[in-house]
């Protein structure tokens, strides 16, 4: 079984920041691409950044948030700069994960954390 288990999620101003954590485990082969998703009230849910062979970030996100890998703790994590208000939602952790050398690729999800930004 794979799990991923985020945390870091909270309560901040606008403008200040959070560092979201990812941990993926379990019986993982490898992991090819670490995901941050968010959900907000009322909308679809939409891809923030992905690392993988490449690093990419959604528009409204782009110079604000870093995505970074730590691959011998099969951690992703995602620090959020000058936070706003339409920053706020559910962020969820995926991950598409080998679980063996020569089985098909799956997708894992996290639970989500919560970010709330207000003052």
């Known amino acids: 079984q794979v799990q991923l288990v985020e945390s870091g999620g909270g309560l901040v101003q606008p403008g200040g920041s959070l560092t979201l954590s990812c941990v993926a485990s379990?019986?993982?082969?490898?992991?090819?691409?670490m995901n941050w998703y968010r959900q907000a009230p009322g909308k679809q849910r939409e891809l923030v950044a992905t690392s993988g062979r490449s690093t990419n970030y959604a528009d409204s996100v782009k110079g604000r948030f870093t995505i970074s890998r730590d691959n011998a703790k099969n951690t992703v994590y995602l620090r959020m700069n000058s936070l706003k208000p339409e920053d706020a939602g559910v962020y969820y952790c995926?991950?598409?994960?080998?679980?063996?050398?020569?089985?098909?690729?799956?997708?894992?999800w996290g639970q989500g954390t919560q970010v709330t930004v207000s003052s």
């Open positions: 995926n991950a598409r994960v080998d679980i063996t050398s020569v089985g098909p690729s799956h997708d894992y």
């Open positions: 379990g019986s993982i082969f490898s992991i090819y691409t």
